[in-house]
């Protein structure tokens, strides 16, 4: 039965033709990796000078998804993040606290991947650090000067956007309108207010690197085309990050990549997420009005907190508000108290949960499909618990149920299988332990310990405190 089961939830992962909103054709395209099932795909990571707020999470959470389900079609996806551990604002938080800004750079990268583990993001392949680039950096500024793209000046190099043409085609601005927006530059060496730094000449007391130019640091735009260049040469399958950086930051890394290697495009498909507003102002750090991820995981479980974003389009703005995920959070226990129920069913009925389950996954996917378009997908879940809540389901039943939300969850991440209750008599053995604990009196707690094993339970004491879980 359940084998059947499984070969229907494999069918459907033949069809692979999904559309991606491209941010530079401003279309939906079928996503055609440049080669076979093969994607490189590359997300902008934080810059590490204090916590990651929850529009960092927004971002996050969403790509994750988005990888998840591309996995979940058959893509071979090769995940890619960089981390900005050096920039003006590390600089700037390490002279306030008088700390040297790579030891805030390193706090901070640690704080961000606790934050992504609590959020479930589990799709990145691999993380890599500006400065550990430093060499790929100069190369490709040196090819940018050869090329005749770069130019000096007294405190850093810079790129010379009129001599590339296509400046302005992800933004869809034209280059006179571009420059037009930046008419005064504080530095009157650039040819033009617009040209963007490639490398920043060190001044006093700022960690700093080698190079043609003397001692000094890499632009922001310039760490990640060589960092990408390294990993997956001069063109690869998809970009992404919040829509905050189509300009100038994915518009200047188009210019530097393209100009170097001469190749377009060096990116195929581009994808930006809508940002996380707070009363209808973008949610960032410089304007202040931010909560971090740790904050709203002391009032929210993780999963409740993952589903809020996993629930919502990608492309659509979010308004933050303590309402809007307590809806996500009830609609959640619907589908948890749901799995409770299918793993206890033991009915006399055998139903046609098969054929259910198979239409159920097409129109999920089918909304999947169509650029990721997760609330409708999830509400063909819901759809699914309310035809299914009709039927008296058979033990069978239950686990070809059990099955299919695991494969829906595959992508998701959201949903609880392992039994939540725990007995009273379990509850009240454990919370005597934990005092026993507190008090130092070992004795008794191992008592308690022992107890618990005797009944089949054990506990785990997380960073969150003890959970009680059952031997398995
Ligand atoms: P940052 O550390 O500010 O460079 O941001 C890291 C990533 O988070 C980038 O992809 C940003 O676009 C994204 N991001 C920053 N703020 C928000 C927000 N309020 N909503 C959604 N994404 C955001």
Redesign the pocket.
Known sequence: MLSKNIKTLNKHHNDMSIKVFNTLTRKKELLKPLNGNNINLF?????VYDFSHI??A??YVQFDVIVRYLRYKGFEVFYLQNI?DIDDKIIKRGNEQGKNPMTIARKFEKEYLSDMKELGITSIDKYARATDYIKPIIKQIKTLFDKGFAYETSDGVYFEIDKFKDYGKLCHQPLDKIKEGARVSVNKEKKNPSDFSLWKKAKINEPSWDSPWGKGRPGWHIEDTAITETEFGPQYDLHG??S??IFPHHESEIAQMEASSGKKPFVKYWMH?A??NIKKE????SVGNFTTIREALRKWDEKTYRFYYASTHYRTPLDYSNEAVNKVKQGLERINEFIRKVKIANGKKKNEIEKLIGETLDVFEKHMDNDFDMPQAIASVYDFIRAVNKLELSKQNGKAIIGFFEKIDSVLGVMTFEDLEVPSEIQILAEKRQKAREKKDWATADKMRDKLKTKGYYIDDTSKGPVVKKIS
């Open positions: 997300v902008c990571g934080p810059t529009g960092h927004k971002t900005t990050g919040g905050d950086l997420t940002f996380l973008k949610m960032s750090k």
